[in-house]
T-cell receptor, first 118, second 114 residues
Framework: AQKVTQAQTEISVVEKEDVTLDCVYE???????LFWYKQPPSGELVFLIR????DEQNEISGRYSWNFQKSTSSFNFTITASQVVDSAVYFC??????WGFGNEKLTFGTGTRLTIIP | DAGVIQSPRHEVTEMGQEVTLRCKPI?????LFWYRQTMMRGLELLIY????????DSGMPEDRFSAKMPNASFSTLKIQPSEPRDSAVYFC????????????FGPGTRLLVL
C-alpha cells in the first residue's frame, strides 16, 4: 500500500524567511507521480506541481522549489523569501498507475499548516 | 476555461435527510473523483470514475453513500439518510490522462448535518 508522510504538522516562520516542507512517501510501484497542493484559508485545493518517478530533476518556479530524491523517497518543497500569502495548509500526494485504467487515485499526506508571521 | 464546479457550496441539513452534492468536471476530462475532508481523517478518496464508469468505490463509507455519473459532464454524490458524522467538506476533482494524472479540484461543498 502506498503512504505519504508529512511529519511537520505546523510550521511558523517570520516573513521573508525560507521554509522547507518535508514529504516522504512509500510505494512498491516503479511508476508513480508526486504532487503538491496548497489549501489556503478559503478552503480550495490548488495544484502546485507534479513530478513523475522518472524525472528527478529539481524544479524552481519563482519563489517555490522542489527537491525530489528517489534514494530517500522524499519530495520536499521550499519557499524562499516567504510572504504572508503563503500561509496555507500544504499537502503532498502520491498517485500510482495500476490496472490499465489510467488516472488513479491520490493518496494524500496529512498536510503541513504553514503560518507566515508579518 | 471554467474549473471544476460544485454545488451547493454550503449545505446545512438535519439528521435523516437526504443530501445531494453535485459536480461538473472540467470539460474534456475523463476521470472524476469524490473526496471527503475532515479534521480527524484528512482527505479521503470516496469513489472515482473513469469515462463515466465507477472504478473504485472502496472508500465509500457505507451504503448510505451513493454516487453516479450519468454523463461526462455531471456527477452526484448522495447521502441518504444523513448523519452528523457525515459533516465534512466534500471535494470533487477531475483529471485527464494526457495531463499525467493531475487532478484539479473544485471549491468543495461544506456539509453540516445537525
Amino acid at each position: 500500500a502506498q503512504k505519504v508522510t508529512q511529519a511537520q504538522t505546523e510550521i511558523s516562520v517570520v516573513e521573508k524567511e525560507d521554509v522547507t516542507l518535508d514529504c516522504v512517501y512509500e510505494t512498491r510501484d516503479t511508476t508513480y507521480y508526486l504532487f503538491w497542493y496548497k489549501q489556503p484559508p478559503s478552503g480550495e485545493l490548488v495544484f502546485l506541481i507534479r513530478r513523475n518517478s522518472f524525472d528527478e530533476q529539481n524544479e524552481i518556479s519563482g519563489r517555490y522549489s522542489w527537491n525530489f530524491q528517489k534514494s530517500t523517497s522524499s519530495f520536499n518543497f521550499t519557499i524562499t523569501a516567504s510572504q504572508v500569502v503563503d500561509s496555507a495548509v500544504y499537502f503532498c500526494a502520491l498517485s500510482e498507475r495500476g490496472w490499465g485504467f489510467g488516472n488513479e487515485k491520490l493518496t494524500f499526506g496529512t498536510g503541513t499548516r504553514l503560518t507566515i508571521i508579518p | 476555461d471554467a474549473g471544476v464546479i460544485q454545488s451547493p457550496r454550503h449545505e446545512v441539513t438535519e439528521m435523516g435527510q437526504e443530501v445531494t452534492l453535485r459536480c461538473k468536471p472540467i470539460s474534456g476530462h475523463n476521470s472524476l473523483f469524490w473526496y471527503r475532508q475532515t479534521m480527524m481523517r484528512g482527505l479521503e478518496l470516496l469513489i472515482y470514475f473513469n469515462n463515466n464508469v465507477p472504478i473504485d468505490d472502496s472508500g465509500m463509507p457505507e451504503d448510505r453513500f451513493s454516487a453516479k455519473m450519468p454523463n461526462a459532464s455531471f456527477s452526484t454524490l448522495k447521502i441518504q439518510p444523513s448523519e452528523p458524522r457525515d459533516s465534512a467538506v466534500y471535494f470533487c476533482a477531475s483529471s485527464l490522462r494526457q495531463e499525467e494524472e493531475t487532478q484539479y479540484f473544485g471549491p468543495g461543498t461544506r456539509l453540516l448535518v445537525l
